[in-house]
Nanobody, 118 residues
Framework: QVQLAESGGGLVQPGGSLRLSCAAS????????MGWYRQAPGKQRELVAF???????YYQDSVKGRFTISRDNAKNTVALQMNSLKPEDTAVYYC????????????WGQGTQVTVSS
């Protein structure tokens, strides 16, 4: 079992930056692939980025070059640095985890709102 808690959302102007953090507890953190999803109003939840237990990462095309995912296995945290934010990045952002070698994202945080608006 893994418990996840996000922080760091808020209101930012277009072109600005935010850093989301997710604290994990309850299991062997380094064995999990950690990801960030987002869900905008009226849209399906979509995968934004993930990072495996090593250094391999994946990014959705729309955030490549703007967002960076990182993890600190010693502190059981994963972060999403978001730069050059656009209004279309507005969404609730969720931290998620799946055990390495599986495909199902089993664990979810409560979500944090990111609003990009002038």
């Amino acid at each position: 079992q893994v418990q996840l808690a996000e922080s760091g959302g808020g209101l930012v102007q277009p072109g600005g930056s935010l850093r989301l953090s997710c604290a994990a507890s309850g299991s062997i953190f380094s064995g999990y692939v950690m990801g960030w999803y987002r869900q905008a109003p009226g849209k399906q939840r979509e995968l934004v980025a993930f990072i495996d237990s090593g250094v391999s990462t994946y990014y959705q095309d729309s955030v490549k070059g703007r967002f960076t995912i990182s993890r600190d296995n010693a502190k059981n945290t994963v972060a999403l640095q978001m730069n050059s934010l656009k209004p279309e990045d507005t969404a609730v952002y969720y931290c998620s985890a799946r055990w390495a070698g599986t495909l199902t994202w089993d664990y979810w945080g409560q979500g944090t709102q990111v609003t990009v608006s002038s």
